[in-house]
């Protein structure tokens, strides 16, 4: 069992089960065995209308969702609010995105052999896509990654942080309750031995991590061969002061840049 705990005083939240190296392939099956059916994928109309259910069940459990940000992760709860806005917001982006997702006519008939011919481009779901993601924003993270992949039409496998598997926990929970269908989005709670197969099997379509550079680039080196990628790293943002600055409206800012959440944030200065 994982127990999760307060990042405030180490209080135990709750206990929830680990999983191995079989449950990981099972989620991988389950995830290929969806992609590979072509009548089993979830056509355009039907994923925008998930996404603006799981918007408005989100909206209704601010509150809950806000708590539970602020527990495992640490932030208070007034920028955890801000969290959960920001991940609703990113929610009905992608649901909005999902209409603007078009192809283009290439021009024919510039040849006699392309005469009466007709080209075009046509965009389809990448396949399957598996996630490692952060602690520092658990539940906005979790969003940028499994949301885009439903709203692309693609079957989604999320590995959260270890620290703060709840939010993930939580959205899992309302992208079933509005409907997605089962095996579409798996959360996997487990160790990172465990997980390396979301990085090296060969049935994972494209990989998503956002985390340490350091974990990141090693990660990038395990992908199976045709298996693309988006690595988003933390990193420490230097700021250039010239002399003629107004301190007085600037120091502020440092601050807020260095000190902001522990300085747990992918820009920090």
Known sequence: MLKVTSPYDLSLIKEIPLVGKAEVEKALATASALFQDQSKWIPAHERIAILHRVATIMENQIDELTKTAAQEGG???V???????????????AAEHIGQLKGEQIP???????????????????GIVSSISAFNHPLNLIVHQVI??????????IKPALTTPLSCL???NILKEA???DGWC???????EAAEQLVTDSRVNYFSFIG???VGWYLKSKLSPGTRCALEHGGAAPVIVEKDADFTEMLPSLLKGGFYHAGQVCVSV
Do not use: H, W, Y
């Not at 920028?79 to 982006?93: F, H, P, T």
């Not at 885009?148 to 496998?157: E, H, K, L, M, N």
């Not at 798996?186 to 990172?192: H, K, L, T, V």
């Open 79 to 93: 920028d955890s609010k801000i969290e959960v806005l920001r991940a609703i917001n990113g929610v009905q982006i």
């Open 170 to 172: 939580a959205l899992v």
């Open 186 to 192: 798996q959360a996997i709670i487990c160790e990172n």
């Open 75 to 77: 932030k208070p709860l």
């Open 179 to 181: 409907g997605l269908p």
């Open 148 to 157: 885009t992949a439903i709203a692309a039409g693609c079957p989604v496998i």
């Open 212 to 214: 340490s550079s350091k």
């Open 108 to 126: 024919m008939g510039l040849t006699k052999a392309s005469e009466n011919r007709l080209g075009f481009t046509t965009r389809e779901p990448i």
